[in-house]
């Protein structure tokens, strides 16, 4: 005899493959095994996961309409089930599946909006944290500024695509206005971040990424810019940071540890 463990593995295996038979045990109020209450509740589910998606992913549900959304996030839903009742944090992995959807391939840029989307989400259910303000890293000795360190607010995303993925991001949010979009043009990358109450979304410039990517791996302000600088020649690291602090992108500093001694 099974026990309960198995059974309920049994029922939630069944709940997401249509092709499952009616687990054992299942009867209606007559007694007798109900296949049909069962296809039901099963069908009722999967709908309740599509909806998730399509409340956490508005954008692209907007881009690829109903029907195609339906369908694609049908089939996530299916092969990802949920592992949390936490149904906010639901679809985490729904950009890489988009991305090896074969029917999506006419659309190139889909994954990386729903990156964008994903980081929101994230980004909307972070800890919060006080931004330090200009007046804050003004008062770090500017000489030894290469060597700080800057840690990052919580709710800090970046979301990086060869494709216009933000202008096509806000083009199909509430209140956007889709119009022709040259998929061909350079790419975006976006800065995603709840400095307060609203999470706000940003563009930033190119080697942006490369620098916040560095500082977030805990190293000083010098060997980010290099990063930075190894994306573009270009890299204006004094600009970038200033349009990091405004958008409230760090919530501490230190000085980079000399090996074997204190703080430097």
């Given at each position: 005899m099974e026990g309960l463990a198995e059974r309920q593995q049994d029922f939630a295996m069944a709940l997401l493959d249509a092709a499952r038979a009616t687990p054992p045990g299942l009867v209606g109020p007559d007694g007798l095994a109900s296949p049909r209450r069962f296809a039901?509740?099963?069908n009722n589910v999967?709908?309740?996961?599509?909806?998730?998606l399509k409340e956490n992913y508005p954008a692209v549900h907007r881009i690829v309409g109903d029907e195609f959304f339906r369908a694609m996030s049908g089939q996530?839903?299916?092969?990802?089930?949920?592992?949390?009742?936490?149904?906010?944090?639901?679809?985490?992995?729904?950009?890489?599946f988009i991305a090896a959807f074969e029917p999506s391939a006419p659309l190139p840029y889909l994954a990386d909006v729903a990156r964008i989307e994903r980081a929101w989400i994230e980004a909307y259910h972070a800890a919060d944290a006080e931004p330090l303000s200009a007046a804050d890293l003004l008062a770090i000795d500017q000489d030894r500024l290469a060597q700080v360190r800057l840690a990052l607010h919580p709710s800090l995303r970046v979301a990086q695509s060869q494709f216009p993925a933000l202008t096509i991001w806000r083009m199909n949010i509430a209140g956007g206005e889709p119009a022709s979009v040259d998929i061909g043009a350079d790419g975006e990358d976006a800065l995603i971040i709840r400095p307060g109450a609203e999470v706000r979304v940003h563009q930033i410039p190119m080697?942006?990424?490369?620098?916040?990517g560095s500082l977030g791996a805990g190293r000083p302000v010098v060997t980010a810019a290099i990063a930075a600088l190894a994306v573009t020649a270009c890299f204006d690291l004094s600009a970038t940071l200033s349009g990091l602090i405004e958008a409230g992108a760090f919530i501490g500093w230190s000085l980079e540890q000399e090996a074997g001694g204190e703080p430097s």
């Amino acid at each position: 005899m099974e026990g309960l463990a198995e059974r309920q593995q049994d029922f939630a295996m069944a709940l997401l493959d249509a092709a499952r038979a009616t687990p054992p045990g299942l009867v209606g109020p007559d007694g007798l095994a109900s296949p049909r209450r069962f296809a039901v509740y099963r069908n009722n589910v999967v709908a309740g996961l599509i909806e998730t998606l399509k409340e956490n992913y508005p954008a692209v549900h907007r881009i690829v309409g109903d029907e195609f959304f339906r369908a694609m996030s049908g089939q996530f839903a299916t092969a990802h089930p949920p592992r949390s009742p936490i149904m906010s944090g639901y679809g985490a992995g729904f950009p890489e599946f988009i991305a090896a959807f074969e029917p999506s391939a006419p659309l190139p840029y889909l994954a990386d909006v729903a990156r964008i989307e994903r980081a929101w989400i994230e980004a909307y259910h972070a800890a919060d944290a006080e931004p330090l303000s200009a007046a804050d890293l003004l008062a770090i000795d500017q000489d030894r500024l290469a060597q700080v360190r800057l840690a990052l607010h919580p709710s800090l995303r970046v979301a990086q695509s060869q494709f216009p993925a933000l202008t096509i991001w806000r083009m199909n949010i509430a209140g956007g206005e889709p119009a022709s979009v040259d998929i061909g043009a350079d790419g975006e990358d976006a800065l995603i971040i709840r400095p307060g109450a609203e999470v706000r979304v940003h563009q930033i410039p190119m080697g942006a990424a490369a620098l916040v990517g560095s500082l977030g791996a805990g190293r000083p302000v010098v060997t980010a810019a290099i990063a930075a600088l190894a994306v573009t020649a270009c890299f204006d690291l004094s600009a970038t940071l200033s349009g990091l602090i405004e958008a409230g992108a760090f919530i501490g500093w230190s000085l980079e540890q000399e090996a074997g001694g204190e703080p430097s």
